[in-house]
């Protein structure tokens, strides 16, 4: 079968199902695992983060997720490449082309290429796009061998911190404005044993006050912007720490994480996620050692 991923976490999917050899085109956001890196790129974006702020970024998108015309389409190619089937979302336009412009795309080209739209909210919708993907490419027995696995490792994080005191813990997705994660993120800090503020599971969050922050009384901070390495998050620190109410938020602690990898991407690489806030959290390895480039303590 010929895919293309119009979604990273859509790519993340088809690589633990074992179908990466069948991709045929992806986004450019698209990074692993590596090997995807010589896979035709089909898609463009009007942002360019390398040089442009958080703030205007967030101008850039409208400020609330309304970032219709931020991606691009390349038609000819993606017409080229001939797909039998192409992985897509509608949960948010600034994370990814959705699924109406890409079926309106695909009316325009006249073909039957059939068009898979994921859109989990919560950490078990997530499970459940691995197990939807698994189904449409007749490897239904596969999929639900990966999702026991992986609710397994979830068990074993929420085993791991069983009757710990549950640190009170802001995750924030985007710095300037100051943007809260929400959807599975709240999920995977209390998997881990922590008390999720700002968001609840599932919500499609908005940018908020740091009023609300500074009430939160976060005991931990995590920072994890949506598409940013943490190198980039490190160079955006002073946006959180410089601003004139941070030292009324006065967290134990400070942690960046790398949120494209584990926690803004709804693929099955969240797992990792909230094993990584165990050892951030509680200091409790679960499953492989976590690594600097996985999270880093910074104040």
């Known amino acids: 079968m010929r895919i293309i991923s119009l979604l990273p976490a859509a790519t993340d999917i088809l690589a ?15 990074d692993w695992p590596p090997e995807v890196a010589s896979v035709p790129v089909v898609t463009t974006s009007s942002i360019d983060q390398d040089r442009m702020s958080s703030r205007e970024i967030s101008a850039a998108v409208g400020g609330a997720h309304r970032g219709s015309s931020l991606y691009g389409l390349d038609t000819a190619r993606f017409a080229e490449l001939a797909p039998d089937l192409v992985l897509t979302q509608d949960l948010c336009e600034v994370c990814a082309l959705s699924y109406r412009r890409v079926a309106a795309e695909l009316r325009v080209l ?27 490419l007749g490897l239904g027995e596969l999929a639900e061998h990966r999702v026991a696995e992986l609710t397994a490792r979830l068990d074993a ?12 813990v802001a995750a924030i997705e985007w710095l300037d404005p100051l943007w809260p994660a929400g ?11 922590g008390l999720p503020l700002l968001a609840t599971a599932g919500e499609h969050t ?3 006050h740091w009023d609300l922050l500074v009430a939160a009384r976060p005991d931990i901070v995590l920072v994890l912007p ?6 980039r998050t490190e160079a955006e620190l002073h946006l959180l720490t410089d601003h004139p109410q941070w030292t009324d938020v006065a967290p134990s602690a400070v942690w960046v994480l790398d949120g494209p990898a584990y926690f803004n991407r709804p693929g099955p690489r969240v797992v990792r996620g909230a094993e990584v806030l165990a050892q951030v959290l509680h200091g409790i ?5 976590v690594t600097s480039a996985e999270a880093r303590r910074v104040s």
Do not use: N
Not at 117 to 128: A, D, H, I, K, M
Not at 226 to 231: A, D, M, Q, R
């Open 16 to 30: 633990v199902l074992g179908k990466a050899p069948e991709l045929v085109g992806r986004t450019h956001e698209c």
């Open 110 to 136: 006249e073909t039957d290429t059939k068009v898979l739209s994921l859109e989990p909210r919560t950490l078990g919708q997530v499970l459940g796009c691995i197990q939807l993907v698994g189904a449409e």
């Open 157 to 168: 994080v929420r085993a791991a911190v069983a009757g710990r005191p549950k640190p009170r």
């Open 183 to 193: 959807h599975w993120v709240p999920e995977q800090i209390a998997a881990a044993g």
């Open 206 to 208: 908005k940018s908020v």
């Open 226 to 231: 949506c598409g940013f390495p943490p190198e």
């Open 285 to 289: 390895q679960v499953g492989e050692p």
